[in-house]
């Protein structure tokens, strides 16, 4: 029986059959769920509804997280994981309401669920000619929006309740976006010692990691052109030979470089 069962799921999770894709794609939604409620109940008092959405998530994540531990030929390495190590914490912390009464930590925490956006990623890359060929540009995408997420989860969280002009979610995304961006508009301020610490955490990221994430965006740092020599496929945008094997490269460049 157990043979049977571990041959399902290696069907479902790794086979390329029709059901098998519909599965995976099944999960990709449910992430992209989860993510949306996550922002959602941040906003809302505690309920019974809340309370009961935590718990079937939190199942159907234990669920998955065994079945691909199952699946792992390394089961230690498969558990210290980053990506794994996410869903252990996020799913910790939908059950946590058991016995912590301070909901804030958990909202911070249950911001690694978007960690598993590059699993999400991954796997339409592997499915779709469009994400292989924009992948530097869409993981760059990818880490901005996990960056921002993170941020104004932490700003919410923090300032909420103590600040009166940060109500909802987007009151702290409009705060951290103006102040990554150095914008600064002065309409909102971070109060108290805490939050002057946060403001300060925020700028000096805008000013490094948040910039250079903007920057491969729009420019990024590699372009893909297959060597017709060594097949080496990853050049610097201006390269005139490869840097593998030398020979004289023909990448169309707009002129910009």
């Excluded at 769920?33 to 079937?56: G, K």
């Excluded at 794994?84 to 909901?103: C, K, M, R, S």
């Excluded at 080496?232 to 002129?255: F, M, N, Q, S, Y």
Aim: glycine share 4%; charged share 20%; with cysteine.
């Amino acid at each position: 029986m157990f043979e049977r069962l571990y041959a399902k799921l290696d069907t479902l999770y790794n086979g390329n059959t029709k059901g098998a894709l519909y599965f995976r794609y099944s999960l990709l939604a449910f992430d992209v769920i989860t993510i949306s409620f996550f922002i959602i109940v941040s906003m809302v008092d505690r309920s019974n509804w809340i309370l009961l959405a935590d718990y079937l998530i939190a199942t159907v994540l234990t669920l998955d997280f065994v079945a691909r531990l199952v699946l792992s030929k390394k089961k230690w390495r498969f558990m210290f994981q980053p990506l794994n190590i996410a869903d252990i914490i996020v799913i910790a912390t939908l059950l946590a309401p058991l016995w912590v009464e301070n909901f804030a930590f958990l909202r911070v925490v249950r911001a690694l669920r978007l960690i598993r956006s590059y699993h999400v990623l991954k796997s339409l890359r592997s499915q779709f000619t469009f994400f292989r060929e924009n992948e530097q540009i869409l993981m760059s995408i990818l880490n901005l929006a996990v960056f921002i997420f993170f941020i104004t989860a932490l700003v919410y969280v923090f300032e909420v309740d103590e600040n009166e002009h940060i109500n909802t979610y987007i009151d702290a995304l409009y705060f951290t976006v103006t102040t990554l961006t150095t914008t600064g508009f002065g309409d909102i301020t971070l109060d108290g010692t805490l939050g002057h610490l946060l403001s300060v955490i925020i700028m000096v990221f805008g000013i490094s990691l948040f910039l250079r994430l903007v920057q491969t965006i729009f420019r990024p740092s590699k372009v893909n052109y297959t060597c017709k020599k060594c097949g080496l496929k990853r050049h610097e945008p201006d390269a005139v030979h490869c840097k593998h094997c030398g020979v004289t490269l023909k990448i169309e460049t707009d002129g910009d470089f």
